[in-house]
Nanobody, 124 residues
Framework: QVQLVESGGGSVQAGGSLRLSCAAS????????MDWFRQAPGKEREVVAA???????SYADSVKGRFTISKDNAKNTLYLQMNSLKPEDTAMYYC??????????????????RGQGTQVTVSS
């Protein structure tokens, strides 16, 4: 059974940092592309960062230079380091995985698996 479990969300002030983690199990982790997407109430889902099985990455323009996606294949864990957070980063953040390329994961296509989400709230 595939499981993606996020952690690390919380409330911070603008300019602060958070690190999200996603523990994956139940599939061949290293062969999938993975991404972090977010969704705020009343807004479209936005893929903020993606990484493929080779470690290549892609970022949304809204987070480029502030967020860093990485993964530890030995621990089957995906990370999202978020720095210089802004109030507009407030959203539920989800970890997702798909058996596809970086283009698939970064392009907003439906993920094959997703976690339950972790809330990030940034106050001004």
């Amino acid at each position: 059974q595939v499981q993606l479990v996020e952690s690390g969300g919380g409330s911070v002030q603008a300019g602060g940092s958070l690190r999200l983690s996603c523990a994956a199990s139940g599939y061949t982790y290293s062969t999938y592309c993975m991404d972090w997407f977010r969704q705020a109430p009343g807004k479209e889902r936005e893929v903020v960062a993606a990484i493929d099985s080779d470690g290549s990455t892609s970022y949304a323009d809204s987070v480029k230079g502030r967020f860093t996606i990485s993964k530890d294949n030995a621990k089957n864990t995906l990370y999202l380091q978020m720095n210089s957070l802004k109030p507009e980063d407030t959203a539920m953040y989800y970890c997702a995985a798909a058996q596809g390329s970086l283009t698939y994961c970064s392009g907003g296509y439906p993920p094959h698996y997703r976690g339950q989400g972790t809330q990030v709230t940034v106050s001004s």
